[in-house]
């Protein structure tokens, strides 16, 4: 054995100074390749624990941006009078919303009572429990605004009865709106609350990116449902530019090692991918007028970006560096 | 019952200075109640960081995202209706 080595150097320093002091303070000796790697935090255990969520989640969080922007957009159709527009949106409200969400939520708990028990309670500080009463108010305020749409488009009614049926399904649909604009935010403000720092760290973007990504994409079904009108291509040209312009704040505004789970890792490319169908090139499509392109492009780059984000958060989370490092931007302010 | 929670913090603190002054400079006690969590009914003396037992040394409770998350979703929402009343008033 050669003593001179300075691993066998250090050793002998270590004997030394235990035999003389009693204790040893310094560090020990790292061995390449030794027994027991060198991994950041215990072992390389998760100090936080990570998502458990399957594809259930992110489906939900694309079909609820969907169906409450839907009924944003049947909102305003049905103030400036674009009454076929209105009765498609609404249905994408009603199946997306009040049928598939529920669905996709009862399937991820796994029975259907187990929803119910979400509103037992009502919990402003859980963004879980706020999100399982905006769901259910959009549900009851979307159903009965497309029945009483459906109803009055079609003059089932004759006179007065006609008119009230009008009535109710402004005010049901304008609820259903109100109720909407949350259910496709909250899902951000769901993930942003918490202790995964790839989520946290994006708190602001998160529900930015998710409200502006449903807003897009309902617009993209409708005109892919055959109404191709000028102001959903507005909104299309709209949900584009702002995912361009969240994906470059997402590539300049990094924090190293507590979010490297979106910069590094491969599931960070799930949500650049996504980024880029429905942010630049939407728009890139919307401009050369290839509408359905671009629409078909949003509506798998917002799905695809949802993926991502769940993704990212299962290996932020299992990443005890990251966890330790983002204890350095818990800025509360920003 | 092991006795009140300040006799206790008392003892750790003795105990911390005591070992210090045996050899053990990195002695320390793990009780975060600067930030947020505001203690986490349970103190640790250990000696080294508290990353190396898995322990995070500034632990925040994820509420405290709550306000900027949610403003951030009511910009939104209002920026959403903004835009679909512009697009039906002037596209149509």
Request: aromatic share 12%.
């Amino acid at each position: 054995m050669t003593t001179n080595s300075p691993s066998e150097k250090r050793l002998e320093e270590l004997r030394e100074q235990a035999w003389k002091e009693g204790v040893v303070p310094g560090k020990g000796v790292d061995v390449a390749g030794g027994p027991i790697p060198r991994k950041p935090g215990y072992y390389g255990q998760p100090v936080v624990r990570p998502p458990v969520w399957t594809w259930e989640i992110p489906i939900y969080f694309f079909m609820g941006g969907i169906a409450g922007m839907s009924a944003v957009i049947a909102s305003g159709a049905i103030i400036f009078h674009h009454i076929d527009l209105a009765r498609a949106a609404m249905w994408v409200a009603s199946i997306a919303g009040a049928i598939l969400s529920p669905v996709l939520l009862i399937m991820d708990l796994g029975r259907p009572h187990l929803f119910l028990n979400m509103l037992r309670v009502f919990k402003h500080r859980s963004a879980m429990s706020m999100g399982a009463w905006i769901l259910s108010a959009f549900g009851a305020c979307a159903v009965p605004g497309l029945i009483a749409l459906e109803l009055h488009a079609h003059q089932i009614f004759p006179g007065t009865l006609d008119q009230l049926l009008r009535v109710a399904a402004g005010i049901f649909t304008f609820g259903s709106a109100i109720f909407g604009t949350l259910l496709a935010t909250y899902t951000g403000v769901l993930i942003g609350a918490t202790a995964i720092p790839a989520w946290f760290l994006h708190r602001t973007l998160l529900p930015i990116h998710f409200g502006t990504a449903g807003l897009g994409s309902a617009a993209a079904l409708l005109e892919l449902l055959g109404h191709r009108i000028a102001a959903l291509n507005f909104l299309g040209f709209y949900a584009a530019a702002v995912e361009s312009a969240l994906l470059i704040w997402l590539s300049v505004d990094k924090h190293g090692v507590a979010d490297r789970a979106i910069h590094e890792h491969g599931s960070g490319w799930l949500i650049r991918i996504g980024e880029v169908l429905n942010g630049p090139l939407a728009l890139i499509l919307r401009f050369f007028g290839l509408v359905p392109f671009a629409a078909i492009s949003f509506l798998i780059g917002a799905l695809v970006s949802r993926f991502g984000w769940i993704a990212v958060g299962k290996v932020s989370g299992s990443d005890p560096e990251s966890v330790f490092a983002a204890e350095r931007y818990h800025d509360v302010s920003s | 019952m092991f006795g009140r929670l300040d006799d206790l913090r008392a003892r750790g603190a003795e105990r911390v200075q005591q070992l210090q002054q045996s050899g053990y400079n990195d002695a320390q006690l793990y009780d975060p109640t600067e930030t947020s969590v505001r203690g986490i009914h349970a103190f640790f003396l250990i000696l080294g960081e508290p990353e190396a037992y898995g322990l995070p040394p500034k632990p925040q409770v994820p509420t405290i995202y709550l306000k900027s998350a949610w403003t951030s979703a009511f910009a939104t929402a209002i920026a959403s209706i903004i835009a679909t009343l512009l697009a039906f008033a002037f596209f149509s």
